[in-house]
């Protein structure tokens, strides 16, 4: 169980090379373009590193993530976001909760993938944006068979009742917007 979870050295996802790799101000931007968003929701928050930004864009955010020992750190760095320890199979909130759900790098560490899209479009009231890495063999991130591809997410947004997705290619991972009927 959990064999897919991110198990390394938490500050190695703060680390400015990496911070510049994931676009954060241009994955936000794109997340919430086109509408009027004021309640966030980022699922496998890890160090907090999305939470913060978009708090730091404006929005009312709450960040969660299965690991424990990851909530202290950011709380710690990004105290004015409110972080809780869970998973994204059984998220602790009400029917559409968020106007956005969003999902850095996590969706392909997900344990049951269908129950997490469910779950996304059952707290969000619009929207959720996925951010992972391409279905490509790399050097780095995770391995081809953790990946998620296209049709993959393509079936299971039909499953969940997403009624549109859009792709977006950044310099080094894809941006999923999926909308909410």
Do not use: C
């Not at 101000?25 to 930004?53: C, K, Y």
């Not at 020992?69 to 998973?87: H, M, S, T």
Request: net charge negative; glycine share 6%; aromatic share 12%.
């Amino acid at each position: 169980m959990h064999e897919r979870r991110f198990q390394g050295d938490i500050n190695r996802l703060r680390n400015p090379g990496q911070l510049e790799r994931l676009e954060l101000n241009r994955v936000v931007n794109i997340a919430t373009e086109g509408a009027s968003f004021h309640r966030i929701l980022d699922v496998g928050t890890g160090s907090g590193v999305f939470a913060e930004a978009f708090y730091q864009h404006g929005f009312e955010t709450i960040g969660i993530d299965a690991n424990p020992e990851f909530i202290p750190l950011a709380k710690k760095i990004a105290p004015q976001v409110q972080f809780i320890e869970g998973l994204a199979e059984a998220l602790p909130f009400p029917d559409e909760s968020f106007d956005l759900v969003f999902m850095g790098l996590v969706f392909h560490e997900t344990d049951n993938r269908l129950k997490a899209l469910q779950e996304a479009y059952r707290v969000t009231r619009f929207r959720l944006a996925i951010l992972e890495w391409p279905y490509l063999i790399q050097e780095s991130g995770p391995p081809i068979a953790h990946r998620v591809d296209r049709d993959e997410l393509n079936r299971l947004s039909d499953q969940t009742g997403f009624s549109r997705i859009e792709v977006f290619e950044l310099a080094h991972f894809l941006l999923y917007r999926l909308e909410k009927k």
